[in-house]
């Protein structure tokens, strides 16, 4: 596609249930990225893939939160046992590997909006 | 650790005012530091960037000067449109592995016709 798209772009959702955010990158895009934007807070990092490797998950704020991405192309980050806290906007972004200038350039998607009643 | 702090909003201008929105930053190494745009109901957007000491990064109007010196990266416009009414993030590459960019909490702007 042009763009970064995800999917729901809305989530409501009750407190203990799982949900599962989608993001579809922009074609030939290696590296995609999650943020979390949370109320009055900037964008905090979550996970990175980068091709076939294994993903760095050292931003996850719990064990709650998993994301795997199936044949380098589409990602599906997932919430067990939401919590009201993990009310927030879920960003994806994509970038290519062309050196490192483009790899630091990252591309956006609109975002998903969760709230957890 | 990396960290971008940006002056915190609400700013409000009438149409055609000068603009400035301040950011400095904290990092190891040369960071490439950039300035996101997030209008209402859609996705960050980059405005701009600059990768090295003295770089002049510009598009749609906007221009930020990266300076080592001070370690700011300031935005800047001469002239703003109501169209320019948008949340505007700072943030920052410093090379590590995960590539992940480090954002100041963002400046929402409105501009009055």
């Known amino acids: 596609g042009a763009g970064v798209s995800q999917s729901p772009s809305n989530k409501v959702t009750e407190k203990g249930k799982d949900v599962e955010l989608r993001c579809d990158p922009i074609s030939g895009h290696t590296a995609l990225y999650w943020y979390r934007q949370s109320l009055g807070q900037g964008l905090e990092f979550l996970i990175y893939f980068q091709g076939n490797s294994a993903p760095d998950k050292s931003g996850l704020p719990s064990d709650r939160f998993s994301a795997e991405r199936t044949g380098g192309s589409v990602s599906t980050l997932t919430i067990q046992r939401t919590q009201q806290e993990d009310s927030a906007v879920y960003l994806c972004a994509s970038s290519s590997n062309l050196g490192r200038g483009g790899r630091e350039t990252q591309y956006f998607g609109p975002g998903t909006r969760l709230l957890v009643l | ?113």
């Open chain 2, 1 to 113: 650790g990396d960290s971008v702090t940006q002056m915190e909003g609400p700013v409000t201008l009438s149409e055609e005012a000068f603009l400035t929105i301040n950011c400095t930053y904290t990092a190891t190494g040369y960071p490439s530091l950039f300035w996101y745009v997030q209008y209402p109901g859609e996705g960050l957007q980059l405005l701009l960037k600059a990768t090295k000491a003295d770089d002049k990064g510009s598009n749609k109007g906007f221009e930020a000067t990266y300076r080592k010196e001070t370690t700011s990266f300031h935005l800047e416009k001469g002239s703003v449109q109501v169209s320019d009414s948008a949340v505007y993030f700072c943030a920052l590459y410093s090379g590590g592995s995960n590539y992940k960019l480090t954002f100041g909490k963002g400046t929402l702007l409105t501009v009055n016709p």
